[in-house]
Structure formats: structure tokens, C-alpha cells
């Protein structure tokens, strides 16, 4: 635990908390190893840039509206546990799934009651996301989770394990878990490429970007490279998984640059495909051609 008056720090676990409250709030950052921050009016932007949980020593309400300007996409807000200022509860206010849930009820250790609200864990089932979680995977179509969230609480949702190589054809009340992964890569080539171009114009791709084969969650094209076998086979060999989407989802992605696909009506390949399927949307390589291969990373 450190006390954090002015440099940045950069640990998993912030506890804020105002001054009245420090010796409670010590306590608890004294338990989950977290970092503690004097609770100002820009506590919450700050911890918000540098941590993944955040706990509030403090009333829910004064949390809830140090919170709420800066919520944006429940994939990439931290976690945020309020704690009442008597350590009597932990209330889960955003990220549930996202390990908040799992953060209030670790400190039930510390005597406390876990408030934990949402509607799949109340009803005692297992989120989409706890799933994941379980299996050390992570949710490759994010936007499905609603939908299949909603349905375990109905009736069991069955869970398929498929080993590669193979195609998975799945709808939007689908979701798919893949293997962790920081890094996507958005890929497109020409007509008849082959497997080891597409192996050489990757290789060389995730050198330059300073990226292990092992940090790249999936690969992504549109859905017109469903004949390629050069790109397919090549893809299979690594072990790795290859993510056809269709032109709507990669329209729907915020790329202007120019791109010789809009002749065929779409925005683009790499950098869009790459955007789709990313957890925090950030191009972290422009798309770079490699012979026939054009590739994008995206986090």
C-alpha cells in the first residue's frame, strides 16, 4: 500500500477516501495491498485514468456523482465498490462483472456485507463474464452478453467447448469466449494469397509492432475472405483465431483514412476489422502492407 499525494502510480487497486475516514480507509488498502488517495474533487478522474478497482470510503451517493461524468463503456470503466465510512457494506456500484462483485465480496473478510445487486449473481447463475473469467478466456462479441445474460436467469444456457480448427457460425445471442489476449489484428490480402505470405507478412507485423504471438487474442476480415484459403490456412497453423465480420460492423467502425475497399463499399479492412473485436478501441499499429498482406493492431 502507498500513499498517493502527487506522483502517478500505477497498481491495480486505488482506495479514496476523505480525510475523516482515513483510519477505516487505511485499513481496508492495508488488506487488498491497494494504493490510498485523499479524497478532492478530482480524486475520481484521476483514479479513473490509472487504476482497474476502485473502492470509496464514503457515502454511495457522493461516489455516485464522482462517478457518473466519467462513465463510458462498462468494458473499459474500472471496477468501483463503495464502502459505508463503518465498514458495515460493500456495495458493488459499477463493473459488477467486471470485478466489482468479486471485489465487495472479497471483503467480507474484513466483517462487511456484500450489496451485490446484479441480477444473474442475486439469482444465483453465472454471468457471461464470470464464465470468461473461470475459464481464462475472454468475450470476443461483447454486445451478446446482455442477451445471454438475460436468458440464464429464464433457464440454463448451455456452454460448448469446440476445438480448432473449425468454424463457428453464431448469432448475436451468442457469445464467444476466446483465449486472453491484449492484442487483435485486423487483416486483409489479395485474391490468392498464400498461407506463407500471410505467415511472413505476420511475423514481420508483430515484430515491428514489438508484440509475442501469444499477447494476440484473434484475428479479424470481412467476411468476403470466407474462400481464402491462403489466409485461412495460414491463420489455423498458428493456432490462432481467425473472426469473418460483416460489412455493417465494419462500417459502423470510426475510420476515415483512405482505403481502395471503399470501392467495394466498405471503409476498410485492418484498422476497421481490428477496431471491431478490440476491448479498448485504440489502433496501436496503422495498417502497414506486407506484400499481398495488409495489417492493423488494435488493443
Known sequence: MRWEVGAILMTDIVVISPGRFIDN??????????????????????????????????????????????????????????????????????????????LAKRLEKLGMTAAVSTATEAMGKEAVELIAERTG???????????????????????YMVEGPGIVVAGPGVSILLKKGEYVGGIGCRKGTGKDDVLDAIARCLADAGIARSEVMAFATTDRKRHEKGLIDAIHSLGANLVFLDDETINAQPVEKPSKARMLGLRGVAEPCALAISKRKEIIMEKKAYGNVTIAIAR
Open 137 to 159: 478466456t475472454e468475450v470476443l462479441n461483447k454486445r451478446s452478453t446482455r442477451q445471454v445474460n438475460a436468458a440464464m436467469l429464464d433457464s440454463d444456457v448451455p456452454l
Open 25 to 102: 480507509a487505511r485499513r481496508v488498502a492495508d488488506f487488498l495491498g491497494a494504493d490510498l488517495l485523499l479524497y478532492d474533487k478530482g480524486a475520481f478522474a484521476s483514479a479513473f485514468r490509472r487504476y482497474r478497482s476502485i473502492v470509496a470510503v464514503m457515502s454511495a451517493g457522493i461516489a455516485v456523482r464522482g462517478i457518473a461524468p466519467l462513465l463510458s463503456d462498462k468494458w473499459a470503466d474500472p471496477a468501483v465498490v463503495a464502502i459505508s465510512p463503518d465498514l458495515r457494506f460493500a456495495i458493488p456500484l459499477v463493473g459488477g462483472h467486471h470485478g466489482a462483485n468479486q
